[in-house]
């Protein structure tokens, strides 16, 4: 469609002289900077009308700072050790939400959406809609295990992919997307619930319960495409074309040709941020923790990228740092 070029041509005009900061400063390397590290919960910033600021949370989640109003994106933060990179997994974890970790980070939150239901991506965020009041937006699954953690239904909002959601100066189009395969290409703790459940106790009473993706468009700002796991549905994708993509890791090399389809799908984004690769069992502390397979892995992901999209610019994010795109 013309409309769509001609916006497209606009777009990439302006990406194509636009820097990524952080703090104000540019950050176009492909590697973390150094940190110190800090267990230190950050101090709230002043927050002015139209400023816009992404903190990665590890693993899939962001805090989004949109002037006054907070949009949390798959919040872990209690990050607790299941075995899972000492390889002695536990399936029978108890889901202990860490309310020390949380409440010095989480002083508000507006919307939280959830991409899936897995415990490293929704375990706190009962309790964060209950400390904030914050809408939470998933899948009916997700839907469903609110109701199981005593969340009103005034507060859940089941969504399927397809929809917009205008929040005044942003808006929220949900993707249906996929979850990413293990080596012997199956799903882990697979389901839906399509009735509330008992109230969980363990990380495998919270199935995958479907995957969605997220476009957020913030008025006068950039558009921002969220994974939570390392699949892709393409042709979902169609029009989307965000400025910036935070693209999950694959683990595993079942999922043919991810980083091409998706890529392609979202028309080559300006910067690409690699996301879930770290260590989430770990203190939330920089620079992240990353596994020597996962270090590998997430080399072999910012060469690709590079490879597929060399325009692209490829931000490897560390923790709490407010970037600005």
Do not use: C
């Amino acid at each position: 469609m013309p409309s769509l070029d001609r916006r497209r041509f606009l777009r990439d005009a302006a990406a194509t002289t636009a820097l990524v900061s952080a703090g104000g400063l540019a950050a176009s390397v492909a590697t973390p900077a150094q940190a110190a590290p800090s267990t230190a919960a950050p101090t709230p910033t002043a927050r002015r009308k139209g400023a816009v600021s992404f903190r990665w949370w590890g693993t899939a989640g962001w805090r989004v700072d949109i002037g006054d109003r907070t949009l949390l994106v798959d919040p872990f933060l209690s990050r607790i050790d299941t075995g899972l990179f000492t390889g002695a997994f536990k399936t029978d974890t108890a889901l202990t939400v860490r309310t020390d970790v949380i409440d010095p980070r989480v002083d508000r939150a507006t919307t939280v959406l959830v991409t899936h239901t897995h415990w490293d991506h929704f375990m706190d965020v009962p309790y964060i809609a209950k400390r904030t009041g914050a809408r939470v937006f998933g899948t009916l699954t997700a839907y469903h295990l609110g109701l199981a953690y005593g969340l009103p239904s005034t507060q859940l909002s089941a969504v399927k992919g397809g929809e917009v959601l205008d929040f005044g100066d942003h808006s929220v189009e949900v993707v249906g997307s996929l979850h990413s395969r293990n080596p012997s290409y199956s799903v882990a703790f697979p389901g839906v619930r399509v009735s509330p459940p008992p109230q969980p106790a363990t990380i495998a009473d919270l199935p995958e319960g479907d995957t969605l993706g997220y476009l957020l468009r913030v008025d006068g700002g950039p558009s921002v495409y969220f994974t939570g796991a390392s699949d892709v549905a393409e042709r979902n994708l169609t029009g989307l074309a965000p400025d910036v993509a935070m693209v999950a890791m694959q683990n595993a090399t079942t999922t043919g040709d991810y980083l091409p389809r998706l890529l392609a799908g979202l028309d080559y984004p300006k910067v690409v941020v690699p996301v879930h690769y770290d260590n989430f069992e770990t203190a939330l502390q920089n620079p992240p923790p990353v596994a020597p397979t996962d270090r590998t892995r997430l080399n072999e992901m910012i060469a690709a990228v590079r490879r597929i999209s060399p325009r692209s610019r490829v931000l490897v994010p560390e923790y709490e740092t407010a970037y600005h795109f």
